[in-house]
Each structure stands twice: as C-alpha cells, then as structure tokens.
C-alpha cells in the first residue's frame, strides 16, 4: 500500500509528488497524461527564479525533480474509479488494474470547456481545436479564429498570429480578461482583427472547417472564412473523482479545501486548478504551492493516524 495516491501529473501533483518524496512517503502519481495544462503554456514568464521557460520544457522540470526521489512511482493511466476501503483508498484505472493507498490527494485540474455551437462537434478535429498554442503551428500561412476574451484566448490569439496570416479574435465583450503583458502584444500584431462584440453561432465547412457565422455583421459580413477554429472560453475544474469519493464542492464547483487543502472527506486534499483555494487563482505558482501544502497535509494525518493507532 502507498502512503500517498496523487492523481494529476500537473504543478500540484508532482509538487505534492516532491514534497511528499521528502517526507519519505511512499507515493504514487498518476496522470492521463505526464504534464498536465502546462503542457500548452507556449511562454511561461512568471515561474520565479527563471525569467521565461516553455510550458513543456518547465513540466519536464517538475518531472524530472519528482523522478529523483526513489519514493516516487509514476504511471500515465486513467483512473475510472475511487473507493474507500479499510485504512485508505483504492483507484480503479482503465485497464482494470488497482492501486491503494492511505491518503489521496486530488490534483485534477480542469478542462477546456466547449462552445455548444452548429458545427462544434462535426469539425472537431477538423479544423476546431481547445488549444492554439498547442495546435497553431499546423495553420502557418492559414487565417484562423480564436473565440474568447480571457488568457488562453488573447495568448493563443498572440501565439497564432507569429505563424498564420491572419487572425480573427472573436469575443463576445468589447473588453479583454487578460493579462495586460498579452494584451499589449496582441494590439502590436498587425495581422489580428479584432472581432469584438460578436458572438460565434456555427462553424462552416465541407470535409473541414471553411468559415464561421456570427452574430452580428463584421466588416460588412456575418460570415468570416477561416480554415481553423480554436476555442478559448475557459475550463472546468475535473472534479468527477471527488464527487465519487463524496468531496463536497463550492458554489462554483470546485473542490472545496480548507487552509490545509483538506477536502471534507477525511485523508483526501485536494490541489491546484480544481480546488477552491488561492482564490481560484489558477497558475503554475498557486498550483504548486497547494501541492505542498496538500502533501503537509498528508503527512501530518498520517503522523496522526499512527499515534492515534
Ligand atoms: C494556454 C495556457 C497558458 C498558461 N500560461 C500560464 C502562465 O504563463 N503562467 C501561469 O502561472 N499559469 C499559466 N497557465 C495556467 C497553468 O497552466 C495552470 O494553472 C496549471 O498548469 C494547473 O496545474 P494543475 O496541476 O492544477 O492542473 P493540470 O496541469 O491541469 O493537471 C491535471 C492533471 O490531472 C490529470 N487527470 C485529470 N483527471 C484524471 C483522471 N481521471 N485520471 C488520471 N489523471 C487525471 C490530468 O491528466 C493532468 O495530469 C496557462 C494555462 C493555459 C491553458
């Protein structure tokens, strides 16, 4: 049996991973995929101590730190299923195969959430994609739409805009959610219209996606074409495994922790962009701080469990 079950190969679980390796904890990470959100963060210029980083390149650091420590044992897999069992839980993963341990710490994080428009479904995949930064490298010399008003939207926008032609931002707001750092480089970019006002009602094409309609006529039209889509209107948290597990939510949705990153299922924390702390403030920096606060966490109701045995 592990000491501790991490679920989330992201900043907070392998920040948990790390800090709970150092309190000689037996741990186990796993993760859909190894990385996590950060994956997508084309530029990374607030990780302190380092003035920029790639995404990718900052999640492989994580990793690698959490790999030094012979605690830790990694697994990319899904996990279907959470229990309780006596003296901890069990994680069912897709293949069928379990693991068991005394604490659980949820590092979820979240996911893209979906438009609902005409079109949304059949082109997915076909020009329609809940990443630019991940997938503007495919539409070099191409014109694409970005729809959203927040970071991913106004940074995907920015990161597109250095390999498309052309770049449409469609939002619904006449005003930016953004950090001011991405806004001001968008407005410098001479090849992005700005679409504002408008909201996106169905994605156009045959085989793949041709255009997009809106609302509202923009430049004389409600038809833009477009040869891909990406949609950046915020995430979710994943919370469906501490819903199973019976983690009580707050009243937006997140998994509600306390100081300590406790859930309100005793021996389950909860960390990063899933959870109700830091304000839901979702960066690298909160994420991982939760991490090592949820593996405190863990330590100290183990310590307690074993006096109290
Ligand atoms: C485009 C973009 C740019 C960004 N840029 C910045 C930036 O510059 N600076 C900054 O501070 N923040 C940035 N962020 C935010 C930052 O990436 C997140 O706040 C951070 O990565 C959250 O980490 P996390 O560990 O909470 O969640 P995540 O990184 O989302 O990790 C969640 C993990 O849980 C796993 N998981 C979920 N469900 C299951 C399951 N059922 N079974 C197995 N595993 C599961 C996933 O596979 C994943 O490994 C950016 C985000 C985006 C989208």
Redesign the pocket.
């Known amino acids: 049996m592990f000491d501790v079950l991490i679920?989330?190969?992201?900043?907070?679980?392998?920040?948990s991973a790390i800090y709970a390796a150092r309190y000689k904890l037996k741990t186990l990470i796993?993760?859909?995929?190894?990385?996590?959100?950060?994956?997508?963060?084309?530029?990374?210029?607030?990780?302190p101590g380092t003035i920029e980083i790639k995404?990718p390149d900052l999640?492989e650091n994580f990793k690698k730190h959490a790999q030094s420590f012979e605690e830790v044992t990694q697994k990319v897999?899904?996990?279907?299923k959470v229990e309780k069992i006596a003296g901890g839980f069990r994680l069912t993963?897709?293949s069928g195969e379990t693991a068991e341990g005394k604490t659980l710490i949820l590092?979820?994080?979240?996911?893209?959430r979906h438009l609902g428009v005409k079109g949304e479904t059949e082109f997915s995949g076909k020009g329609v994609t809940y990443?630019?930064?991940?997938d503007a490298f495919f539409y070099r010399g191409k014109t694409v739409a970005v729809i959203g008003g927040g970071?991913?939207a106004v940074?995907?926008a920015a990161?597109a805009a250095q390999v498309a032609a052309k770049v449409y931002l469609v939002h619904r707001r006449s005003a930016f959610r953004a950090?001011p750092y991405w806004e001001e480089r968008l407005k410098s970019m001479k090849n992005v219209m700005f679409v504002l006002e408008r909201n996106l009602v169905e994605i156009l094409g045959d085989a793949k996606v041709t255009g997009i309609r809106i609302d509202k006529p923009f430049e004389g039209s409600d038809q833009l074409a477009v040869d891909g889509v990406f949609i950046?209107i915020g995430?979710d948290p994943?919370v469906?495994?501490g819903v199973q597990i019976g983690c009580a939510l707050d009243e937006r949705g997140f998994l509600k922790v306390d100081d300590g990153m406790a859930t309100s299922v005793a021996g389950v924390f909860g960390?990063?962009?899933?959870?109700s702390a830091s304000n839901h403030f979702?960066?690298?920096?909160?994420?991982?701080g939760?991490?090592a606060v949820a593996a405190n966490g863990v330590f100290s109701f183990i310590q307690s469990a074993g006096a109290n045995a």
């Open positions: 679920i989330g190969m992201g900043a907070a679980g392998y920040t796993v993760g859909l995929e190894d990385g996590g959100m950060g994956l997508t963060a084309a530029e990374v210029g607030n990780w995404g999640m897999a899904r996990v279907e993963f897709q590092a979820t994080g979240s996911q893209k990443c630019a930064t991940c970071d991913s940074e995907g990161i950090e950046e995430s994943s469906d495994l960390a990063g962009d899933a959870t979702a960066q690298f920096v909160t994420a991982a939760e991490g």
